[in-house]
């Protein structure tokens, strides 16, 4: 699979009005994004992925990610093979560990050697009646031994909540033949204390968990960075400001070594589809990066 250009990151897309979510899906390849990505915190994932292959012809969808403590891998193999039978080479699982405060939060200790879970869950995949390809699969990397493990038995990593730094460090150590797929939040407004307003407490859900914090102190980041969210923190992990504020960040990890970035819109309704923020976006010169 080739994936260039630039993606959607969307909860609504996924836990949205179905109806509202294929429609905003035709609209979004129409506008030139490249890939739709969706996330697995429960629910009919699968059920998802087909509804917006089925609203589009071109773009790919992903999921960002397939959470593997929720499924069986010879189960995902099986609908892998569904999909694509129905929908042609356009799905791209991308697959992660999650976090272990929501894992165990049901089921105390389930949460267990997640690197080890990782490697058994794609053993299930190359075991599975139709094995899902090397390359349409990219594995959810922060640390060094994941993005080891995806170099060598992925075709992609899905870093989130990332920097242009993480993006470099990616790219160097999967080597050239991996796609690096970042996933970038942003703010289209130009106000400062507004932006904070939107960003920060969605920020400090992420900061909690402990894969994320440990990423960001291994990229330079203070702990005190992360208890205050500092301003330095929220502008290095969101790009707010006008498109073309956005579309520079978007070039900064291109030329980190970035071969597709997908973007999350975040709104003061984080509920509701952000479509013109959307249709801005395409229209500061998307074209060009398909």
């Known amino acids: 699979m080739q994936l260039s250009g630039v993606g959607v990151w969307s909860h609504q897309l996924r836990y949205g009005d179905p109806a509202e979510s294929a429609d905003a899906a035709a ?3 129409e506008l030139g994004f490249s890939a739709l990505w969706i996330p697995d ?5 699968f059920d ?3 509804r917006l292959l089925a609203a589009t012809q071109r773009t790919v969808v992903a999921t960002g990610i397939l959470n593997l ?3 069986e891998p010879t189960e995902a193999a099986e609908q892998f093979t569904s999909l694509t039978a129905e929908h042609g080479d356009r799905f791209l699982m991308g697959i992660g560990v999650s976090h272990a405060p929501l894992i165990d939060a ?7 050697k ?3 879970a990782m490697t058994a ?3 299930g995949l190359d075991a599975a009646p139709s094995p899902v390809p090397v390359g349409s699969r990219a594995l959810a990397a922060l640390g060094p031994k994941m993005l080891d493990l995806a170099a060598r038995r992925s075709g992609g990593v899905h870093p989130y909540l990332v920097t242009p730094e993480h993006t470099r460090q990616a790219r160097q150590a999967v080597g050239p033949d991996v796609l690096v797929l970042p996933e970038q939040t942003v703010i289209l407004c130009s106000d400062a204390a507004q932006a904070r307003e939107i960003g920060t407490e969605w920020l400090k859900h992420y900061l909690a968990l402990p894969n994320y914090a440990n990423s960001l102190l291994r990229l330079g980041f203070t702990p005190d960075d992360l208890s205050a969210v500092s301003d330095h923190l929220f502008d290095a992990l969101i790009a707010w400001g006008d498109e073309e504020t956005i579309m520079r960040r978007v070039d900064e990890h291109r030329t980190a070594g970035a071969d597709h970035v997908c973007l999350q819109v975040l709104t003061d309704d984080q509920t509701a589809f952000p479509r013109d923020a959307w249709r801005r ?3 500061a010169g998307l074209g060009g990066m398909r």
């Open 69 to 71: 403590w929720m499924h």
């Open 114 to 116: 997640p690197l080890s």
């Open 48 to 50: 998802a992925v087909d």
């Open 121 to 123: 869950f794609l053993d």
């Open 106 to 112: 049901d089921e105390p200790g389930r949460y267990a």
């Open 281 to 283: 976006i395409a229209a």
């Open 41 to 45: 915190v429960g629910g009919r994932v």
């Open 27 to 29: 609209e979004l390849e």
